[in-house]
């Protein structure tokens, strides 16, 4: 299927994006740019995991007589919802053009203090993770003197939620008003993409009635095939996102890619698409 052969061609230009970056450094200032990179990473493992599935589950069985032989699209939507979250925290945090630097460590930061606070929530079952604990508590109260000191610890920048939940020493989120919807809108994806993409992936991954009904169908394999088809090209175009705003970021990367026609060509159609859609190129083509 051509949906499956271009992600094929992205995963191996996300490899070599981040390949190209080797050796990349930055000045103590903004050396938490570093961190976009294992974020990358890890989107791009969700694609390979992906690709990995849409060849079909065929566990053996011993006692089962059956051959067992499927698709699991419920755990690709599942995945590929994921990617989608890590790619509106990469652009927030690391690529997001309107912001100065001095915003863009303050996201950062606060992504980051985000994170630890949750994690001060665990309960310690062994003594290193104790330990651990202890040392992110630390890290996490010297971030917060930081966030709360800065012109950004204002409800313009976080919600006042969170603002709230700061002061008051509780575990927080980083999100922005608005949510994923929010971010997404910043990175000038359009709103109903957002809303058929992130709502059909949640829908999945809920196990709400819709994946009832869809397991109900009797040719389950069609059922299987398509989804499974409509959720690579949702991927597809998470992965173009980021190859673009990679790219952005690290100068060796975005030297990589300007001798890349076709990958440039499929990141244009593709983040065309995410900031158009419900529009469709002929549609486009009487504006003009």
Not at 251 to 277: F, H
Request: aromatic share 12%; net charge negative.
């Amino acid at each position: 299927m051509r949906n499956k052969d271009e992600l094929i061609t992205l995963c191996g230009a996300i490899f070599f994006i981040i390949e190209e970056n080797k050796g990349t450094s930055f000045d103590k200032e903004h050396d938490y740019l570093l961190h976009a990179e294992p974020l990358a990473q890890k989107i791009a493992a969700n694609a390979l995991s992906v690709l990995y599935l849409t060849d079909g589950t065929k566990p053996s069985l011993k006692d089962i007589p059956t051959q067992i032989n499927f698709t699991d699209y419920p755990s690709i939507f599942a995945i590929i919802r994921s990617a989608f979250e890590s790619y509106l925290t990469f652009f927030h945090i690391f690529s997001d053009s309107t912001i100065d630097d001095e915003e863009r460590s303050f996201r950062y930061k606060l992504w980051h203090a985000s994170s630890l606070s949750h994690r001060q929530r665990y309960t310690p079952i062994t003594k290193k993770v104790e330990e651990l604990l202890q040392k992110e508590a630390q890290e996490l109260e010297e971030l917060l003197v930081d966030i709360k000191s800065s012109k950004f610890f204002t409800v313009e920048h976080i919600t006042k939620r969170a603002k709230e939940d700061i002061k008051a020493g509780r575990d927080f989120d980083w999100k922005p008003k608005g949510g994923w919807a929010g971010i997404a809108a910043e990175a000038s994806i359009s709103e109903s993409y957002f809303d058929d993409l992130y709502n059909h992936l949640s829908s999945v991954s809920h196990s709400d009635a819709v994946l009832a009904y869809q397991f109900k169908q009797d040719d389950m394999k069609a059922v299987q095939q398509g989804f499974t088809d409509m959720g690579v090209m949702f991927l597809n175009v998470i992965l173009t996102l980021l190859i673009r705003d990679y790219a952005k970021l690290f100068p060796k990367s975005e030297q990589w890619l300007k001798g890349q026609d076709g990958i440039k060509q499929l990141t244009e159609v593709n983040s065309w698409i995410a900031s158009n859609y419900p529009k469709s190129f002929e549609e486009a083509k009487e504006e003009k």
